[in-house]
């Protein structure tokens, strides 16, 4: 079955350290995002790829880090200089504009 | 900038009824694509309903409509016969213009009572 998988679903992480959340689809999507929700808040965009090898700061881009190498691979680095990185992460991709988004489960990061 | 509005940070509705969540949005263009959202306490994100800028007709979904009013910029989330499993959170979102990424409101959560 197409869809997209988000590793891992929990993740721990000690301050100081840089982390990668990994998102892969199998949807032949072109476009991919990433999303940071804070409890009870809505989204907001991180990070987006239209395209490989190309990719676009979202609104609270600064202490992360994306890569686009591959069609079906779009990882998100939570960077130290994230001073408050605890949150869900969610990741998305969508066969262009205009066209709805498909959510992959979201990986739960924790500062310890 | 393009901006969604959700003014109900939480909604109760008995079991069976039927309940409309609201949603307002902000934009000056003239093509863009409505969306709605739920997303249960396990964190997933499950798409709902779509509503294009130029669709005349009001999308629904089964037990969902999509009251939408143009001048009025609104974008209204309608669930007949509430069952216990729409308790969850739920999140209008747009597309469109300038930004090639959606744009999400604060969400509205909501509670079905028995």
């Known amino acids: 079955d197409g869809g997209i998988t988000q590793s891992p679903k929990y993740l721990f992480r000690k301050e100081g350290q840089n982390v990668t959340l990994s998102c892969e689809q199998n949807?032949?999507?072109?476009?991919m995002y990433w999303y940071r929700q804070d409890p009870g808040q809505g989204l907001r965009l991180i990070y987006y790829s239209q395209i490989v090898n190309d990719f676009q700061k979202g609104d609270i881009a600064e202490g992360y880090s994306v890569s686009r190498e591959k069609k079906e691979s779009f990882p998100l680095t939570v960077t130290s200089a994230q001073k408050n990185p605890t949150a869900f992460y969610l990741c998305a991709s969508s066969m262009g504009i205009f066209y709805g988004y498909t959510f992959g489960s979201g990986t739960r990061l924790t500062v310890v | 900038a393009q901006k969604i509005t959700q003014t109900q940070p939480g909604m109760f509705v008995q079991e069976k009824e039927a309940v409309t969540l609201d949603c307002t949005y902000d934009?000056?263009?003239?093509?863009?694509?409505l969306f709605w959202y739920k997303q249960p306490s396990s964190g997933e994100m499950i798409f709902l309903i779509y509503q294009g800028s130029y669709d005349e007709q009001n999308a629904t979904e089964g037990r969902y409509s999509l009251n939408f009013q143009k001048a009025r910029k609104s974008a209204n989330l309608v669930i007949s016969a509430s069952q216990l499993g729409d308790s969850a959170m739920y999140f209008c979102?747009?597309?469109?213009?300038?930004?090639?990424?959606?744009?999400f409101g604060a969400g509205t959560r909501l509670t079905v009572k028995p």
């Open positions: 934009t000056s263009d003239q093509s863009y694509g």
């Open positions: 949807l032949n999507h072109d476009a």
């Open positions: 979102a747009m597309i469109g213009g300038n930004n090639n990424d959606m744009r």
